[in-house]
């Protein structure tokens, strides 16, 4: 059963005009950060609503890198449950888990969005010391998971778009990544998946975010047929 806490926060989710999650959520799971990500292609996210920077970097990390525990929700529709991230063994995450190193993460939870064989998103939730979430921990965030799932797949008329409209700007988070792969796919003459993993390959190798990346690549003050500023590639019209 859930917390009074928690049937308060669903009540607010409910009655808004505009989708919103508490800033008190991540304290009565006992959490201190929480991210909420749609998923858009194949077991790829889209970041719709974080509770401050540790968690936006971390879902930042985890979609640069390809792994972690809120893309195998994904992929596997089940619970992703690291209680103490100094015991995970190495190769479960291999590039994830030294990349988050210098993050205030010590436990990982993560809850897919899920009804059915239908998996919409992840709703990720880190604190940083490590231990097990309680059991009324649990029954709120299962509770607060089965919410979420319900507005996305339509069943109270609240629209994706709700959310992103409250995103600055009213684009998605990694809207800039999505035109930087457009781009690059051109350039490079190949698919949006393999430029993709252009993208992240030189973001990881360089060790930058991914939307820092993508932003030069719209600016054209990068590019990555050569890695060459656009400014600096050889006129081509002079004879």
């Known amino acids: 059963?859930?917390?009074?806490?928690?049937?308060?926060?669903?009540?607010?989710?409910?009655?808004?005009?505009?989708?919103?999650?508490?800033?008190?959520?991540?304290?009565?799971?006992g959490m201190d950060h929480l991210a909420l990500s749609l998923s858009v292609a194949g077991h790829a996210t889209e970041q719709l609503w974080s509770s401050g920077k540790t968690s936006s970097l971390f879902e930042d990390l985890q979609f640069t890198l390809g792994e972690g525990p809120g893309p195998d929700a994904v992929r596997t529709g089940m619970l992703v449950l690291a209680h103490d991230v100094s015991a995970v063994w190495a190769g479960r995450w291999p590039t994830l888990l030294p990349a988050m190193a210098h993050l205030p993460i010590e436990a990982m939870f993560c809850l897919p969005l899920s009804l059915g064989g239908i998996t919409v998103g992840v709703l990720t939730a880190l604190r940083s010391t490590p231990g097990p979430m309680t059991g009324q921990e649990m029954d709120d965030a299962l509770g607060l998971a089965a919410a979420l799932t319900l507005q996305f797949l339509g069943g109270d008329g609240v629209q994706v778009d709700s959310w992103v409209d409250e995103q600055p700007n009213g684009e998605l988070h990694r809207a800039i990544v999505h035109q930087a792969t457009g781009m690059l796919s051109v350039q490079l003459n190949t698919s949006l998946g393999l430029a993709l993993l252009r993208l992240r390959a030189y973001a990881y190798s360089h060790d930058r975010s991914i939307i820092d990346i993508a932003e030069d690549i719209v600016s054209r003050r990068l590019r990555l047929d050569g890695d060459r500023p656009e400014s600096d590639a050889p006129d081509e019209t002079r004879g």
């Not at 049937?7 to 999650?21: D, F, M, N, S, V």
Request: proline fraction near 3%; charge should be negative.
């Open 1 to 29: 059963m859930i917390s009074s806490a928690m049937t308060e926060i669903l009540r607010l989710l409910y009655a808004a005009a505009t989708p919103q999650l508490s800033d008190d959520c991540a304290g009565v799971l």
